[in-house]
C-alpha cells in the first residue's frame, strides 16, 4: 500500500556531510507526520527528527544543530541534511510515516546506511 524508499547513505569522513531522500509512494500529506530513525546492531532504533503536517519539527538532541529535516511537497520527499558528522552517526537511516491519529498506523522504508569513518 504505502511504499517509502530511501536514498544517499555513503560512507562519509568525521565532520563531512550528506543528505538523505525519502520518496513517498503518494502525497505526503497523506501522512500526520514524517520522520528519521537510525539504528546500530544490537540496539534499538531511535527517532532522529520528526515533521508534522503542520511543519513542526522535533529532533534528537544528537542531531540538533548539526541535522535538518525538510519536506518538498512537490516531489513528495523528505529529507535530512546531515553536518558536521560523527563516527557515532553510523547507523541504517530508516524513513517513517505515519498516519492517524484517529487510526495510527507507522510505516517504514527499507533503510540506508551511513558510514562516518576516515
Known amino acids: 500500500q504505502v511504499q517509502l524508499v530511501e536514498s544517499g547513505g555513503g560512507l562519509v569522513q568525521p565532520g563531512g556531510s550528506l543528505r538523505l531522500s525519502?520518496?513517498?509512494?503518494?502525497?505526503?500529506?497523506?501522512?500526520?507526520?514524517?520522520?528519521?530513525y537510525r539504528q546500530n546492531p544490537g540496539k534499538e532504533r531511535e527517532l532522529v527528527a520528526r515533521i508534522t503536517i503542520g511543519s513542526v519539527t522535533n529532533y534528537a538532541d544528537f542531531a540538533k544543530g548539526r541535522f535538518t529535516n525538510s519536506r518538498d511537497n512537490a516531489k513528495n520527499a523528505v529529507y535530512l541534511q546531515?553536518?558536521?558528522?560523527?563516527?557515532?552517526?553510523?547507523?541504517?537511516?530508516?524513513?517513517s510515516a505515519e498516519r492517524g491519529p484517529a487510526n495510527y498506523l507507522q510505516y517504514w522504508g527499507q533503510g540506508t546506511q551511513v558510514t562516518v569513518s576516515s
Do not use: H, Q, R
Open 22 to 36: 525519502c520518496a513517498t509512494s503518494g502525497s505526503i500529506f497523506n501522512f500526520i507526520a514524517m520522520a528519521w
Open 82 to 95: 546531515m553536518n558536521s558528522l560523527k563516527p557515532e552517526d553510523t547507523a541504517v537511516y530508516y524513513c
